[in-house]
């Protein structure tokens, strides 16, 4: 049986919907590399380009309240699974 994580899978999709934009549902799950990259097209392109990061979280914002247990959007960084 897969790890639990103590991480929600519905404040994950939340924060990849409302705060994508700047990687904040990466950050949260673990995935520092994703939100680094996220934050840093919005920063360092003065927020022109920052309309990417934020489809970019919507989509996995979206994949993630979506998501089934055992899937890859239904775990964070370590593999655990989130809570539902």
């Given at each position: 049986m897969a790890k639990k994580s103590e991480k929600s899978k519905l404040a994950a999709g939340l924060f990849g919907i409302l705060l994508g934009v700047f990687g904040v549902h990466n950050f949260y799950l673990g995935n520092t590399g994703k939100a680094?990259?996220?934050?840093?097209?919005?920063v360092l392109s003065f927020g022109f380009l920052s309309w990417v990061s934020a489809l970019w979280g919507l989509i996995e914002g979206i994949l993630i309240l979506c998501s089934k247990p055992g899937t890859l959007w239904h775990r964070d960084a370590t593999g655990a699974e989130l809570q539902d």
């Open positions: 680094v990259a996220q934050l840093l097209i919005s």
